[in-house]
């Protein structure tokens, strides 16, 4: 499972080069997806007004809802200072889950603002998508 973070979904929006080709190539294969979590899309939006249309207008991009067990575990990483709302989520999201199995990746340009053991991958990496 692929989860972009605020930037990641802000980049997206704004028409990264290496996001698009990667929100591109998700579309064409049945079953991946990419997953913003709802707190990141709504941050994102309050930063860029429009955002979350341009993001949602890609059919690979899906949002992982802030349910009832998501939110009661997000408000006890804030609460433990794991970061803001929305870093919260985002790793809330990346973390092992019973609905999803294998290694959640992290997609994001802030990677000191998740904790040792959470896969990140920065997205102005040169290998991203495999390019060196």
Known sequence: MIVLDTAATLALA???KT???LAGNMARTPGDLLRIPA???MQAESADAGAAGRVLAFSSV???PLDTT???????????GY???????????ALPRTEFAGMSILLTDRE???????????????GMLGFH
């Open 62 to 64: 899906v949002v992982d």
């Open 83 to 93: 970061g803001g709302a929305d870093t919260c989520h985002a790793l809330y999201c």
């Open 19 to 21: 996001l698009n080709l």
């Open 39 to 41: 707190l990141c899309l």
């Open 112 to 126: 000191q603002h998740y904790p040792p053991g959470v896969v990140t991958v920065d997205i102005d990496s040169p």
């Open 70 to 80: 998501a939110s009661v575990t997000v408000g006890t990483m804030i609460r433990d």
């Open 14 to 16: 704004q028409g990264h």
